[in-house]
């Protein structure tokens, strides 16, 4: 069984009778699910992931005044709940895995990971913020919000980040992945400085997967799951997913051509899709296939003064 399910069960099960057992006042005014740290909150678990911070648990979201009135006690009343369920053993929490569920306050929760206890609102509070602390405040599920309010503040974090920031992203983007999978990879290789040619692909893997969440719109989560991510998104998600793990996979015994040439390739196919999306999105109009050439075409779509004035590899 995946996290997720788990903990709605639980919920369902056990949640839900002590909430109107004890709190029955209040059950109008509670949000509960499962969202934030943990790869059961992106669908990702595995048996690999039981072994901490996995487990019956869910989220409970209250407002200011309500976690002022009931925080504590309802926190109190909820680790009263079995620990075990449906034969899954109680939850092995990690030194920094004890806030993981439980009670929380709605604005509490979301400063934990973006830093504010509102949506962003000036450019720099969006850039400030990484991306994958984004993904990680509006992944997993909620499965009830009488109020609405933590389901209003997510909605607006979904809304993506605004645009003149998104055509910067991708703007540099564009050109990371030129210097370090189109230019520096094989001048590396001719030089025999195979570190610094294993770094520029492992850039290169880190920028291209970067571009195609930003190319659907969607925050990338950390780095242990981006990969694993892409394969589900619909803008060259797959084909782009496919072509990284045939780059990192590729062995020199695999193939009749040199394994560097064949890593080569197969870079410059991941980037004619990307030049192909960046077209058919109205970002670029450029006939190179170098992307350097077109992340000021990118860059130059951008109306906020600030961004636009950056160097184009910035951010």
Not at 3 to 12: A, F, I, P, Q, V
Not at 41 to 49: H, L, N, P, Y
Not at 218 to 231: E, T, V
């Amino acid at each position: 069984m995946k996290g997720l399910e788990l903990s709605e069960r639980y919920y369902n099960t056990h949640g839900i009778l002590m909430i109107e057992e004890k709190f029955s006042k209040y059950k109008d005014r509670i949000a509960i699910g499962l969202v934030g740290d943990g790869s059961e909150c992106f669908g990702f678990d595995d048996k690999i992931s039981r072994d901490h911070d996995w487990g019956p648990g869910f989220c409970i979201w209250l407002t200011k005044q309500d976690y002022k009135e009931i925080g504590k006690k309802l926190q109190k009343e909820y680790e009263k709940m079995p620990s075990e369920f449906d034969g899954i053993g109680a939850r092995k929490v990690s030194a920094r895995g004890n806030d993981r569920v439980g009670v929380c306050e709605i604005n509490i929760f979301y400063k934990r990971f973006i830093g504010l206890d509102r949506v962003p609102a000036a450019i720099n509070e969006w850039r400030s913020i990484p991306d994958n602390n984004f993904a990680v405040c509006t992944n997993g599920k909620i499965f009830t919000d009488p109020l609405g309010l933590f389901t209003d503040f997510r909605n607006e974090l979904l809304k993506y980040f605004p645009e003149d920031i998104r055509l910067k992203k991708i703007a540099a983007r564009c050109m990371g992945i030129a210097q370090s999978g189109q230019y520096n990879f094989m001048r590396c290789i001719k030089r025999n400085e195979y570190v610094a040619a294993q770094y520029a692909e492992t850039q290169f893997c880190a920028d291209t997967m970067s571009l195609v969440f930003l190319l659907n719109k969607k925050y990338k989560p950390f780095y242990k799951w981006m990969h694993r991510a892409l394969k589900d998104l619909p803008i060259l998600g797959e084909v782009t997913y496919n072509l990284l793990l045939e780059i990192v996979n590729t062995r020199e015994d695999d193939i009749l051509e040199s394994l560097f040439v064949k890593k080569s390739r197969l870079i410059e196919e991941t980037c004619v899709n990307i030049i192909e999306e960046l077209k058919r999105q109205g970002l670029s109009n450029s006939s190179s296939d170098f992307l350097l050439d077109h992340g000021p075409i990118v860059q130059s779509k951008i109306k906020d003064a600030y961004l636009k004035g950056l160097d184009v590899t910035v951010e």
